[in-house]
C-alpha cells in the first residue's frame, strides 16, 4: 500500500482505533442500544455535512446552518400548531409541518446562494449575517423562550425518529440513502465533476463552459433542503424549538468534511469520507461521555484541535504533491 492510499485510509483508520479505545474503556460502548442512538443522533449533522461537503468542494462555505436549522424548526412547529385546528391532528398535517421545513430549506439556500453569485459577496460574509439572521429570528419568534410542538401532534410525529426498520431508526436510514446519493451525485454526474472543476481552478472551469454560478447556486441549494430535511426528523426528538437549537452544528459539519478529506480550499469532495469524519466526531463524543476522562463540555475544543490538525495534514499533503 502505498502513502497516498494510506493517507485517503486515514479516516477510516482512525474510525476504526476509535472504536477499539471506546470499547477498552467501556465495553458497553458497543451496546446495540449505544451504537443505535450514536448513529441517530449522527444522522442531524450527517445529512447537513453532505450537503456542505457540496459547497466546500465548490470553493463556498456556509456557516449559517446551524441557525438556519433552528429556525426552519421553528418555522414548522408554528405552522404544525397553526394547522392542527382546521385540519385537525393527523398525518396530514404533520406532512405540511414537513413541507415547510423542507421548502424554507430551500428558500434559505436559495438566498445564500444568490447574495454569493449574484452579489459577488464572499461567502463567510453572507452566511455570517444570516446566521445571525436565522438566529435572532427564531429566538424573536419564541420571544426568547421555547416553541413546543401541539402534545398530540408530537405524539403523532415521534415514530419519524423513534420508529424504523427492525432495529435500525429512520434517522439512520435516511442519512445512509442520502450518503449513497451525494456518493453518486458527487462520483459519477456531470454536476459533480463541475462542482470539483469550479472549486479546483473557477476560471478554467468558466473557459470550459461551465456555467459556474448555476452550479454554486445549486450546491448552497442542496445544502437548505438537507438542512430542512435534517430538521425534518429533528423536530419529533425533542418537539421543540430555541435559540440555541442547533448550536454548533456548523462547526460539526465543517469538521466531518475536512476530516473526511474533502480540500477545504476546494477541489476535491469526498462524501463517503465526511460520513466517516461524522462517525469520527459523533464516537469522540459518545466515548468522552461513557469514560469521563475529559469534561464533555471540551468536545467543542476537541473538535476545534481535529479541524486544525486536518487543515495541517491537507496543507503538508498539498506541498508534498506540488
Known sequence: MNWRAL?????????????????????????????VNVLARSAFTGLI??????????????????????????MAILAMNALAPVTGVNWGTVLLGMCTALLGGLVAGLINGLLVTRAGIEPFIVTLGTMGIFRSLVTWIADGGTLSLDSQLRTLYRPVYYSGIGPVSWPIIVFALVAVGGHVLMRH?????????????????????????????????????????????YVPRLGSASGSTGIGWELEAIAAVIIGGTALKGGHGVVWGTVVGVLILSLIDNILNLADLVSP??????????????????????AARD
Open 7 to 35: 493517507h485517503s485510509l486515514g479516516p477510516v483508520i482512525a474510525l476504526i482505533a476509535l472504536v477499539i479505545i471506546g470499547y477498552a474503556l467501556n465495553p458497553a460502548f458497543l451496546a446495540p442500544g449505544n451504537v
Open 49 to 74: 455535512a453532505v450537503g456542505m461537503t457540496f459547497v466546500i468542494t465548490s470553493g463556498g462555505l456556509d456557516l449559517s446552518v446551524g441557525a438556519m436549522a433552528a429556525f426552519l424548526a421553528g
Open 189 to 233: 454526474t456531470r454536476f459533480g465533476r463541475h462542482v470539483e472543476a469550479i472549486g479546483s481552478n473557477e476560471r478554467v472551469a468558466r473557459y470550459s463552459s461551465v456555467d459556474v454560478g448555476r452550479v454554486q447556486l445549486m450546491t448552497y441549494v442542496l445544502l437548505g433542503l438537507l438542512v430542512g430535511l435534517a430538521t425534518v426528523i
Open 297 to 318: 463540555y471540551l468536545n467543542g475544543a476537541i473538535q476545534g484541535v481535529i479541524i486544525v490538525l486536518a487543515v495541517i495534514l491537507q496543507r503538508d499533503k498539498r
